[in-house]
Structure formats: C-alpha cells, structure tokens
C-alpha cells in the first residue's frame, strides 16, 4: 500500500513525480480520494506491442489509438483525473517474462515525459515498476520509491 504521507509528498511537490521502482510483492494501492492505482495487466513479454496495448487498455485510450508510441504520447498527454489525485501506472514484470530491453527503454522514456509534462501542468503522474528481474539494464537508472531522489 501506498503510505498516505508518500502521496500527499508526491502530490505537494509535483516535480518528485517520476519513475520509481518497487520491490515484488511490494503491495497494489487501491482507489482513494488522493490517489488512483492502475496496474497493466500482467504481460507474458515487454515488448512494443504488448507494452503499448497494455496501457492503452489500462489507461482507457480511445479507440482511434494507434498503438504506435506517437499515438501513446498523445493520448497520455491529453489524459484527465483530479488535479488533487496521484496517478500511479504499476508495471510488474515477472521473473519468468521474456523482456526486448530497447522496446521496455522507449516505454519508460514516454512515461517519463509524461510524468514530466502532466508535472509541469499541476498534475502528478508515477510509474511503478515492480521487476522481479533486478538486473534488467533499463531499470538501474530508476530510483526505488523508499528513496525518491
């Protein structure tokens, strides 16, 4: 669960929103009048394809969405949610998934800018990956959430 003092931190000071990384088994935050926890269903490979149909899904993307990271970018960008709400994107990735390593690094560039653009708009927007695979490359350069830099 997310601690209530993580949020109202993340929620006061928009620009810590970002990438974090959690621990597996770490815990699923649900609904509340300060945060909206979604979580991409669980995926058998992160690749373009499934990473993309996966948060178009989640997230509720219009059926005109291309599934191309263009179309993506342009959908997360014109998302809506209470501005006073913390929205949390959790990607797990499990110890048995097969992971294209410059397919996840282009999904977590994306999310990154949208954290960034929706920061920047009074807004606050995290990913949460939980890895199982704690030597994947493109999540060294990630900070865990119990140490929000």
């Given at each position: 669960?997310i601690?209530?003092?993580?949020v ?7 620009s810590?929103?970002?990438?974090y990384?959690?621990?597996?088994g770490?815990?699923i935050?649900?609904e509340?009048p300060?945060?909206?926890w979604?979580t991409l269903a ?7 394809k499934?990473?993309l149909?996966?948060?178009g899904?989640t ?8 599934q191309n990271?263009?179309?993506?970018w342009?959908?997360?960008s014109?998302l809506s949610?209470p ?5 949390l ?5 499990p110890?048995d998934?097969t ?11 994306l999310?990154?800018d949208?954290?960034?653009h ?6 606050a ?5 939980e890895?199982a695979?704690p030597?994947?490359p493109?999540l ?7 140490q929000?830099g």
């Amino acid at each position: 669960m997310i601690p209530a003092e993580l949020v109202e931190r993340l929620l006061a000071d928009k620009s810590r929103c970002g990438l974090y990384r959690i621990a597996p088994g770490w815990g699923i935050a649900g609904e509340g009048p300060a945060q909206r926890w979604t979580t991409l269903a669980p995926l058998p490979r992160i690749d373009r394809k499934s990473l993309l149909a996966a948060l178009g899904s989640t997230l509720g993307f219009p059926d005109y969405y291309g599934q191309n990271w263009d179309a993506a970018w342009d959908c997360l960008s014109e998302l809506s949610w209470p501005a006073e709400q913390l929205l949390l994107v959790h990607l797990p990735i499990p110890a048995d998934c097969t992971v294209v390593e410059s397919d996840l690094e282009v999904f977590l560039e994306l999310m990154s800018d949208a954290c960034q653009h929706w920061s920047e708009h009074g807004q606050a927007l995290c990913l949460l990956v939980e890895s199982a695979q704690p030597d994947l490359p493109a999540l060294r350069a990630i900070n865990w959430l119990d140490q929000p830099g």
